[in-house]
């Protein structure tokens, strides 16, 4: 089974669209999880876990640890905050530490892909960079990645138009009204974002097909 696991605050966002068709590519059986609305925080360095490498932290982020150790693969997506992976991506990576003790590394050997969602061409890699990192200090295999075009919540707060400081404003001056063509291509008009996770869904499902 493969988990997919989007980190996105937004529940049907070009996050949670780009893990779904790396999962959906896989032609395998798959879970997929939105950390939308849930409460996760980050590790507080209490070692509780060292004993048996299991967190001792209770909040949201048990359960899905739970099924990080049962699932022969993860597909894990974020998308950038403020040149880096948003707080809950971050957290949720974070609470892995959990799983490497006493020469134990829990996550070891299973299968990793990285889904990446940048706003700006200034950050891009950020969040790729940071999956990528995370899941080889648990010594996963990653069979590969895909990157999409995000947007920021400029576009959608309601002020955006007029608002000086907002990315609106920085990409196309001040505006009457954002209308269609002023805001990024959604998930499935990005052609090559949708042809790299139909790519990198149908190697991890090869991955997981020869091991069978």
Not at 135 to 147: D, E, F, L, Q, T
Request: net charge positive.
């Amino acid at each position: 089974m493969i988990l997919g696991i989007s980190a996105s605050a937004r529940k049907s966002g070009i996050t949670s669209e780009a893990v779904k068709a790396v999962l959906q590519a896989s032609g395998m059986e798959y879970e997929y999880v939105s950390l939308t609305g849930k409460r996760i925080n980050g590790c507080i360095g209490c070692t509780g876990c060292a004993a048996d490498n299991v967190c001792k932290l209770q909040d949201d982020w048990n359960e899905i640890g739970g099924k990080m150790l049962k699932a022969e693969a993860i597909v894990f997506g974020a998308p950038n905050y403020y040149g880096m992976i948003n707080a809950l991506g971050h957290a949720c990576l974070e609470r892995t530490f959990s799983f490497r003790h006493r020469d134990v590394l829990s996550l070891k050997g299973k299968a990793g892909v990285v889904v990446s969602v940048e706003y700006s061409t200034e950050t891009q890699n950020a969040v790729q960079t940071y999956i990528t990192k995370m899941m080889h200090s648990n010594m996963m295999k990653i069979i590969g990645s895909a990157a999409a075009q995000g947007y920021s919540q400029c576009y959608t707060c309601g002020y955006g138009a007029s608002c000086g400081v907002g990315n609106v404003v920085k990409n196309h001056g001040f505006l009457e009204e954002i209308k269609s063509h002023h805001c990024p291509p959604r998930f499935d008009a990005q052609k090559e974002a949708l042809d790299q996770a139909y790519r990198v869904g149908k190697l991890l499902g090869a991955e997981l097909r020869s091991k069978k």
